[in-house]
């Protein structure tokens, strides 16, 4: 039975869009590490490897893929190439290059790869910055007092 509504976020992109709300997420939701896609393997037509490499190139560069992402990755490759084939296929019914069409975006919007999707996104840094918080610095112990101004 359909639960209604959007699909549910992947936490990496709450947190990324800083939308993320820790009374809302699971406190047991694996974490798991951003890796590199591999290369395109020779079981894959050569069209569907350019379109694996060109891909690639760019989901790695957004740091977003685990290890476990990589047959979601030959999916959403596969739905490219479709759409590619459907696209020049003289046989093909407007239907049909339709659904390809709309297969292809959909599993490239989960992998962020769609202009509003990706406006959404902000990369996150790898080190942490100082704090202006006087609190939050307190707290960490890295506070010091302001030198009293001399008066004149």
Known sequence: MPSGGAN?????????????????????????????????????????????????????????????????????????????????DPNAS??????ADKAAADMLREWGLSPVSRSRVSQLSGKKTETTDPLAAFVAGAFTQPAPEDAV
Do not use: H, Y
Request: charge should be positive.
């Open 94 to 99: 407007v239907n049909q290059q339709i659904q």
């Open 8 to 88: 549910k976020l992947p936490t990496v992109i709450k947190e990324m869009r800083g939308t993320n709300q820790k009374c809302r997420s699971n406190s047991n939701e694996p974490r798991l590490e951003a890796v590199d896609l591999p290369p395109a393997s020779t079981d894959l037509s050569p069209a569907e490897q350019e379109i694996w490499n060109r891909l690639r190139e760019r989901i790695n560069g957004m740091q977003v893929a685990a290890k476990c992402d990589v047959e979601f990755f030959r999916l959403t490759v596969r739905a490219v190439a479709r759409a590619d084939r459907t696209a020049t």
